[in-house]
């Protein structure tokens, strides 16, 4: 027993011990040494988002604030030189257009001489001419300045003529009137607080910057390169023709309010403007699309699949409601393109956690 505890029992730990060291040392300096490469490396793949080409019907209506606003008074002019006889109405009398307002007596200019019985000669007798002044449109005598022998000349103002009309504005942006190169449909005007919607025909649009032009566009695209690389289209958007919808105004919509409408100066309203409709359409979203009108660009997807280098290719263009476009030339059916235009910049929104990305329309 004695011997088992001097002898067996310390070597027995002493192996212990060994064996333990050992495989420290195994761990510390042998396995350590093991090349990393020899491990398999993580894969990491990301999925560019595409899109087919889909057929839709495209209807292009533009919804435009606007303003109810009295029709400007019209001046009446003299239409002949001469002196005031004759005021047939009195101001804030109702007339119709045409109708005589006052009557001016104008001298004759008189070259030939007269003589007498016995041949002496006489100075002429004066001849006069009568000439009413009419009212240029119909409403109420805003004013009316001339009196009873007042000298009055051609094209002098004397009064106004307030038609009682009212004509419902607008302003448009780019993108707005570039929806709008054609000539715009019928209206439905929706006032605030007011009577059901009406339908308004007589629109016109005109370009701030022609001084009553009819509007061609005014902005050119903006946006993204052709040359971007393919990783750049995980940035998100941009790179359309389509300004915000907070971009500074370029033209004016307007439209006449038909005769027995109530309603009254600085009203506010809504224009919804009808710009034409295409049915069966090929359609993409307006993200795919680097330009909004006429002409564009889309990236077909690559045909190797993920990874694969897209094409860049033209379409011609058509209508677009705002999230969609009809293209009319260069795409078929079922064609996979890239669903936001490569290189368009990303657009966080408040409401995605950290790490998410929102995307905004290409234009």
Known sequence: MGTFRRVILPVAWLLVFAIIAVALVKIAFIDGL?????????????????????????????????????????????????????????????????????????????????????????????????????????????????????????????????????????????????????????????????????????????????????????????????????GAALAGPGGGSQPEEGSSPTGTLSCAIPAGQEVFAGLGATMTVSAGVAPDAVTVPLTSVKGSVKDGIVWIAGPGGTGAAPEQRKVQLGLNDGNVVEVTAGLAEGEQVLEFVPGAPAVQDPMMGPGQIAYAPAG
């Not at 990301?46 to 919804?63: F, K, L, M, S, Y």
């Not at 005598?141 to 002098?156: A, H, K, R």
């Not at 607008?170 to 007011?194: C, N």
């Open 34 to 230: 093991t090349s990393a490469a020899s491990e398999p490396a993580p894969l990491v793949q990301v999925d560019i988002p595409v899109v087919p080409a889909t057929r839709a019907t495209v209807t292009n209506t533009v919804e435009i604030k606007g303003t109810v606003q009295s029709d400007a008074a019209e001046p009446v002019r003299s239409t002949s030189a001469g002196k005031v006889i004759k005021v047939f109405v009195e101001q804030g009398a109702t007339v119709a257009k045409g109708e005589a307002l006052f009557q001016v007596k104008a001298e004759r200019a008189v070259t030939s001489t007269q003589t007498t019985k016995d041949g002496t000669p006489t100075a002429p007798k004066p001849v006069y001419d009568y000439f009413d002044v009419v009212a240029p449109s119909a409403g109420t005598l805003q004013s009316l300045t001339t009196l009873i022998d007042q000298q009055v000349t051609v094209g002098e103002s004397v009064g106004k003529v307030d038609p009682g009309t009212y004509t419902v504005a607008g302003s448009v942006t780019a993108a707005q009137q570039y929806r709008l190169l054609g000539k715009p449909g019928p209206a439905e005007i929706a006032l605030v607080g007011g009577p059901a919607p009406f339908q308004c025909t007589e629109v016109t649009l005109k370009n701030n910057a022609s001084d009553g032009g009819a509007a061609s566009g005014g902005l050119g695209s903006a946006g993204g390169g052709a040359g971007m690389g393919i």
